[in-house]
Structure formats: C-alpha cells, structure tokens
C-alpha cells in the first residue's frame, strides 16, 4: 500500500525544523531543511524571507542580497525587504551601493525610522556627519527609542565623537 504524505505537513515540519536549527545557530542545516520543502511552496514569501535571513545568518551575502532584491522588486511595500536589501549589498559591494538603495526605500517609505537610521549610519561611515546627524535626527523623530539604539551603535560613532554644530537627539 502507497502512503501518501500530506504536502502541507510536509511544509510545516520542514520549516519547523529549519526555524529550529536557525534558532541553535545551525546556519548550512537550516538551509537544507528548507530545500526539503516540496517545490511548489519555495516561492511562498514568508519561506523566501526566512531563507533570506538564513543567508545573511550564514554570511552568503551574494544570496542574500539577490534574494532580498527580489523580495524588494515584488513586495515593495515591505521595508525590511529594502533594508535586507541594503544590508547584504553593504557587505557584498560597498556602503554607497548599499545607500542607493535605501535612497530609493526612502522614496517609499518615508516614515520608516529604520531607513533613516541605517541612512545615518553609512553617511557617519564615509565622514558625511552632518547628513548622517539629519539622518538621525529624522529617525529619532519617527521613533524616539532609536535615540538609545544610536548611542551603542558603533556605525554612528564617528559621529558622536565629532557631532555638527547643532546636533543633538
């Protein structure tokens, strides 16, 4: 007698499986228990994102940032996609490429704190401190927490060790 397994237990036992093995820092294992997943559920986007997460985890950055692209270009209105986007593209290519990107995610999303933050971040790495200072002010307007997230960041350093006249949070 031929059992026949349910597809969507599959999935799910799968992707259980995979969260587990992100969870204990078991990047590669994670990665192979996604491609257990059947076929035809690989382009679900919540399996995407977590697979993409899988890949920044493990330092793939050239899949990381090709996969998040995509998941940029087909769900722009998500701006984690954007930044995930601009975070694996950092490491990959550089801080201006990484900017490009999340000049245009400003564009979209022009309230995302987080964009502004990360903004404030690659302006204050390249010396641009009075951008990167505008940058986070407009951050820590959008979401007053990020001010204490700010000061432990060692990105936006630089910046605090030589803030424009006028700076402050």
Excluded at 88 to 108: C, D, F, G, N
Excluded at 136 to 165: C, G, H, I, S, Y
């Amino acid at each position: 007698m031929v059992m026949y397994r349910d597809p969507l237990v599959h999935l799910r036992e799968s992707f259980e499986e995979a969260r587990g093995l992100f969870d204990a820092g078991k990047f590669a294992e994670a990665l192979r228990a996604l491609d257990g997943i059947p076929e035809r559920y690989q382009v679900n986007p919540d399996i995407l994102e977590f697979r993409c997460h899988l890949y920044m985890s493990a330092q793939q950055w050239a899949l990381a940032a090709d996969l998040a692209q995509r998941l940029a270009e087909t769900a722009p209105g998500e701006p984690g996609h954007w930044i995930s986007w601009a975070f694996a593209v950092r490491r990959r290519e550089s801080i201006a490429a990484a900017e490009k990107i999340l000049m245009a995610a400003r564009e979209v999303h022009p309230q995302c704190a987080t964009i502004h933050f990360n903004l404030a971040c690659y302006a204050a790495q390249t010396g641009r401190l009075p951008l990167a200072a505008a940058h986070l002010q407009t951050a820590v307007r959008l979401e007053p927490a990020m001010a204490k997230q700010a000061v432990d960041d060692p990105d936006l350093l630089p910046l605090f060790q030589n803030p424009p006249a006028g700076f402050s949070l």
